[in-house]
């Protein structure tokens, strides 16, 4: 499956849940610390994580995504964006277009991540700056140890298609881009969940929901059940906190 299939259906439910990729975006924005009215292309956009932050910023924003039903929302909660459907690999801008273009947790599920940064760094002015940000390592006080635990179990058991997102060295596929001064920012959110379902609805309107698809029903139904269990666990013991973490790879075009 195309992930922005998966994306396309998952829309109406996305970041609706927890405020997780807004709470990412503000910070991948922070991070950037961008000039007045730069102009920003956020690439695989979703429903405007980033793109919100960067017009709180004073930047002129163009969004991409290459799942209609994204698009449509983000263009309707952030009229002030210009929204537009496409695909990271063949981006329908001139060259020079962009001070900063922004990827969060895109780049890994695109077919071709090489030709993605190639054209990021083609619609990008000399001296612009790309942020790609990828899931990231967290402290959790080992809260979240047999959660993940769990999760890996049957991680183990995916038995049909792709895997859901691909492992990728961004910074090597920074460089070989053309991309310099290649460097890492680390950020981590830390949300309070009211419940056990609240969390797991939410892992269901994202990724993971992708991961969990490509279970057997009966693999699927059983992680459902002993993640509850898990969750109330974590509820007794002091309360759900959805503890994650985020590195921002940050480059520059020479
Ligand atoms: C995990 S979401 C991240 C969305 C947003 N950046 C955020 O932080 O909330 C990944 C997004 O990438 C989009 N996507 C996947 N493959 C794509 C491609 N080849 N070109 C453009 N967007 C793509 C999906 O439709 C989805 O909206």
Do not use: K
């Amino acid at each position: 499956m195309r992930s922005a299939d998966l994306f396309d259906r998952l829309a109406p439910g996305y970041d609706e849940l927890l405020p997780f990729f807004s709470s990412f975006g503000r910070e991948i924005v922070a991070v950037l610390d961008p000039a007045p009215a730069s102009e920003l292309l956020d690439v695989g956009a979703g429903r405007g994580a980033v793109s919100a932050a960067a017009v709180s910023s004073g930047c002129r924003v163009t969004a991409v995504d290459a799942a209609p039903h994204m698009v449509e929302l983000l263009w309707r909660e952030h009229p002030d964006v210009v929204a537009r459907v496409m695909d990271a690999e063949s981006l329908d801008f001139p060259t020079d277009s962009f001070d900063i273009a922004v990827g969060a947790f895109v780049i890994h599920l695109v077919d071709n991540p090489a030709a993605a940064l190639s054209e990021v760094r083609r619609v990008l002015r000399p001296g612009g700056v790309v942020a790609v940000t990828m899931p990231g390592p967290y402290e959790d006080g080992g809260r979240w140890d047999r959660f993940n635990a769990l999760v890996a179990e049957y991680e183990a058991r995916v038995s049909t298609g792709e895997p859901f997102g691909r492992p990728l060295d961004v910074a090597v596929a920074l460089r070989a881009a053309g991309f310099v001064d290649v460097h890492e920012e680390h950020v981590e959110v830390h949300l309070p969940v009211e419940s056990p379902l609240r969390l797991w609805d939410f892992q269901m309107s994202h990724g993971f929901a992708g991961f969990v698809e490509s279970l057997d029903h009966e693999d699927a139904t059983e992680l459902r059940r002993r993640a509850l269990a898990e969750l109330d666990r974590m509820r007794a013991d002091g309360g759900i906190v959805l503890d994650r973490g985020a590195t921002i790879h940050v480059a520059r075009v020479p």
